[in-house]
């Protein structure tokens, strides 16, 4: 990673957020500044990915190389840019409408293949700038403006999925604890490999039920004693904090393997491949 020397408000841009009063998305913001001045990240090798929502506008605010893409869709573009080149950093940020409902096809794979890049994910648990209606993650009782009478479906979770798919840096925190959000981004960052961290981000203006106050009571931090190395017992905090109706957050699981862009270039070097490969080679295999 390029490195610098910068404090947090240095990695603001002129560009004043523009999040209802009160929305979680602020602490985020915060968190993301912090984490990347305690990593000192080079803001001309960062790029920060989003789709489309309240969450995705993030970048905007962001001094970074930057793309707010299509609903979605941050995922694969983000694995584009890191693929095409491997030394910059990654930040991605996005809904849990953008992650879990329309981008749901692309979440395993970016899990599965360790792409490098760190995922922050803003769940609200609603789609907050389409004005409130039910999100993957919106508890079923929710009345929102689709489900008047509150929802006929059950909700998924997050960290669970990405520990099935198989991500390498698993984490949940709260928008309102900018310090453990902070310190896991930057975790995040450090790690190579592909790093997932489910940031609950209340939206007071379509969501009264999961609120500020209400992810504060429910939340519940992973025990020092858990072995973050450990997939059957980060499955297993999920699961137990599920039956007693809380929220873990903390650092859930973190392995090393190698990366989608580890393996190419590994490939490359044992085929000989390079940017001088004698292209007459691969054409004279067509030859009669
Ligand atoms: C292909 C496509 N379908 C639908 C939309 C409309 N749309 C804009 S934002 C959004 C969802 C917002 O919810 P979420 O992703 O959870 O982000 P939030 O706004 O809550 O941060 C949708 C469906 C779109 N922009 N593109
Ligand atoms: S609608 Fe909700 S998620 Fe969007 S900016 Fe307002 S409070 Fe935040």
Redesign the pocket.
Known sequence: MHKVELLPKEYKTDTKPFWCPGCG?HGVLTSVYRALAELGVDPNYLVNIS???????LPYFVRSYKMHT???RAGPVATGVQLARPDLAILVN??????F???GGHMPHLARKNINMTYVL?????????KG?V?P?SQRKMKAYTTPYGGVEEPMDPVLYMLTYGASFVAQTLATNVKMTAHLIKEGMEHRGFAFINVM?H?PT?NTIDDAKYFKETAEEIQESHDVSDIDAAMHAVNMAHKNGRIPVGLLYRSIRPTLDDNMAELAKQVGGGPDYDLRKIIDLARP
């Open positions: 998305d789709g489309i929502g309240c969450s995705s506008r299509l609903h979605g996005g809904g849990d409408g953008d992650g409902s329309i981008g803003m769940d609200n648990r609603i789609y907050g700038l389409t209606q999100s993650t981000s939206c379509f």
